[in-house]
């Protein structure tokens, strides 16, 4: 199919490009951006005024709950909250059941997801067989499966020999090591930020010692490997600080932060709102407006959704005994804007932040609007309004804290692969 993209204001973070253009998409592929291509006839014609064009959005954490967990959500809910949020790749952890710590489950995962609606999914391989911190898995056979990097998920490495032994073969391959830092002792038990709040609701808490402690160890056995690491989900001003003298010093570290982290904070658990309930736990306002700063800068690379879906039941519980996470794919966008906006960002600026710079960690040719890059496009209208309920997220989990908030940013259509995958201005 032969699609124009006409009228729209195209933002493209990896040339810097902000400008009226329009862009021209045949078998996948753009083809032009500006003037039309000799001999271009286009068989649809979508109409961008008043509206953004920009790259996909690239989102390095996404939990898609298949295979294990169906009855939280399922590949087809949660590709089309994908499609919906204007997110065109995405990076899923391999805490799924089983874990993806095997060739096969990662080529029938890929394999299911290949319908042209539905994002391009790319697996992060177990690091250690079941997760369990104790047995190192096939890292080169899951690579040529399909899987982009190596992690635990949420879950940490207690053995720092099979740490080390993980990193070292890593580098070996010059595979990524993906790692979220939280001391499992110092984390035991917790369900909220080690702060005021939690003293008062009489909570157990997650000190910020529990990112750091964690983190000095990823750090320093990234330095005696030369692995190429990436922090997930950095959640305090410490582990920033941490992160930025470790570049400094020459280590080849990356991080991200989740969005729920740049605009909520501890006190947003309320009166035990387990909608809340995250991981990491929300921390203080002084962590919030230092990441939200850091990100700003650069300092943290890239921002992602931390997608999570729970059913019901899973949040309808007491808050101490709430399942952790909420529902992003839908408000990676909005949410970004929001922060820029209160940022005062160029809007090229926060549009990078979830599109090619998680390429770049992801190591894809995605995130970008030049000739001959793949046609995964969003567009969408930065003034209209999308209101956060459960009948207009496509995702099976309506779990998020800012269900009934109204934020400016909604999706007109998304591109996968020169696909239509979604038309907002059907519904």
Same mark, same amino acid.
């Given at each position: 199919?032969?699609?124009?993209?006409?009228?729209?204001?195209?933002?493209?973070?990896?040339?810097?490009?902000?400008?009226?253009?329009?862009?021209?998409?045949?078998?996948?592929?753009?083809?032009?951006?500006? &003037?039309? *291509?000799?001999?271009?006839? +286009?068989?649809?014609?979508?109409? /961008?005024?008043?509206? %953004?064009?920009?790259? =996909?959005? !690239?989102?390095?954490?996404?939990?898609?709950?298949?295979?294990?967990?169906?009855?939280?959500?399922?590949?087809?809910?949660?590709?089309?909250?994908?499609?919906?949020?204007?997110?065109?790749?995405?990076?899923?952890?391999?805490?799924?059941?089983?874990?993806?710590?095997?060739?096969?489950?990662?080529?029938?995962?890929?394999?299911?997801?290949?319908?042209?609606?539905?994002?391009?999914?790319?697996?992060?391989?177990?690091?250690?067989?079941?997760?369990?911190?104790?047995?190192?898995?096939?890292?080169?056979?899951?690579?040529?499966?399909?899987?982009?990097?190596?992690?635990?998920?949420?879950?940490?490495?207690?053995?720092?020999?099979?740490?080390?032994?993980?990193?070292?073969?890593?580098?070996?391959? &010059?595979? *990524?090591?993906?790692?979220? +830092?939280?001391?499992?002792?110092? /984390?035991?038990?917790? %369900?909220?930020?080690? =702060?005021? !709040?939690?003293?008062?609701?009489?909570?157990?808490?997650?000190?910020?010692?529990?990112?750091?402690?964690?983190?000095?160890?990823?750090?320093?056995?990234?330095?005696?490997?030369?692995?190429?690491?990436?922090?997930?989900?950095?959640?305090?001003?410490?582990?920033?600080?941490?992160?930025?003298?470790?570049?400094?010093?020459?280590?080849?570290?990356?991080?991200?932060?989740?969005?729920?982290?740049?605009?909520?904070?501890?006190?947003?658990?309320?009166?035990?709102?387990?909608?809340?309930?995250?991981?990491?736990?929300?921390?203080?306002?002084?962590?919030?407006?230092?990441?939200?700063?850091?990100?700003?800068?650069?300092?943290?690379?890239?921002?992602?959704?931390?997608?999570?879906?729970?059913?019901? &039941?899973?949040?309808?519980?007491?808050?101490?005994?709430?399942?952790?996470? /909420?529902?992003?794919?839908?408000?990676?966008?909005?949410?970004?804007?929001?922060?820029?906006?209160?940022?005062?960002?160029?809007?090229?600026?926060?549009?990078?932040?979830?599109?090619?710079?998680?390429?770049?960690?992801?190591?894809?040719?995605?995130?970008?609007?030049?000739?001959?890059?793949?046609?995964?496009?969003?567009?969408?209208?930065?003034?209209?309004?999308?209101?956060?309920?459960?009948?207009?997220?496509?995702?099976?989990?309506?779990?998020?804290?800012?269900?009934?908030?109204?934020?400016?940013?909604?999706?007109?259509?998304?591109?996968?692969?020169?696909?239509?995958?979604?038309?907002?201005?059907?519904?």
């Amino acid at each position: 199919m032969k699609i124009h993209i006409k009228n729209g204001r195209l933002i493209d973070p990896a040339s810097k490009t902000d400008k009226p253009l329009d862009v021209f998409v045949a078998a996948g592929r753009i083809v032009g951006v500006g &003037d039309t *291509p000799a001999g271009f006839e +286009a068989s649809s014609v979508l109409d /961008a005024g008043g509206c %953004v064009v920009c790259p =996909g959005l !690239v989102d390095l954490s996404a939990r898609l709950r298949e295979p294990g967990f169906e009855y939280r959500a399922t590949l087809e809910s949660e590709m089309a909250a994908a499609a919906a949020g204007g997110v065109t790749r995405l990076a899923c952890p391999p805490d799924t059941d089983p874990v993806l710590d095997e060739p096969g489950l990662v080529e029938m995962l890929t394999h299911r997801a290949r319908l042209p609606e539905f994002a391009h999914v790319h697996p992060v391989g177990a690091l250690t067989t079941q997760l369990e911190g104790k047995a190192l898995t096939e890292m080169a056979e899951l690579a040529e499966a399909g899987c982009v990097a190596f992690g635990q998920a949420n879950r940490a490495v207690v053995d720092t020999q099979v740490l080390l032994r993980a990193m070292m073969y890593a580098a070996t391959f &010059d595979f *990524p090591v993906w790692l979220q +830092a939280q001391d499992p002792f110092l /984390a035991r038990k917790g %369900v909220a930020h080690d =702060g005021e !709040v939690a003293a008062r609701l009489g909570l157990v808490g997650i000190p910020v010692a529990a990112e750091t402690i964690a983190l000095a160890t990823i750090l320093q056995l990234a330095r005696e490997t030369g692995a190429r690491v990436h922090v997930t989900r950095v959640s305090s001003a410490a582990g920033v600080e941490m992160i930025t003298a470790a570049r400094a010093a020459g280590i080849g570290v990356t991080c991200d932060v989740a969005i729920h982290h740049l605009h909520l904070c501890e006190n947003d658990v309320g009166f035990f709102n387990a909608h809340a309930r995250l991981d990491p736990p929300l921390r203080s306002t002084g962590d919030r407006d230092a990441l939200r700063k850091a990100l700003a800068s650069g300092a943290i690379n890239a921002l992602c959704s931390d997608h999570t879906p729970v059913d019901d &039941d899973g949040k309808q519980t007491p808050f101490d005994e709430a399942e952790v996470g /909420a529902t992003g794919l839908e408000l990676l966008l909005p949410l970004t804007l929001k922060w820029a906006r209160e940022m005062k960002l160029p809007m090229v600026t926060a549009l990078a932040r979830v599109t090619s710079d998680p390429a770049r960690i992801l190591g894809v040719d995605a995130g970008c609007l030049k000739v001959g890059a793949p046609a995964d496009i969003c567009v969408f209208d930065p003034v209209a309004d999308y209101l956060v309920s459960r009948e207009a997220l496509k995702s099976q989990g309506k779990n998020t804290p800012f269900l009934g908030y109204a934020f400016p940013g909604r999706v007109r259509y998304t591109l996968i692969d020169g696909h239509l995958a979604f038309d907002g201005t059907l519904s």
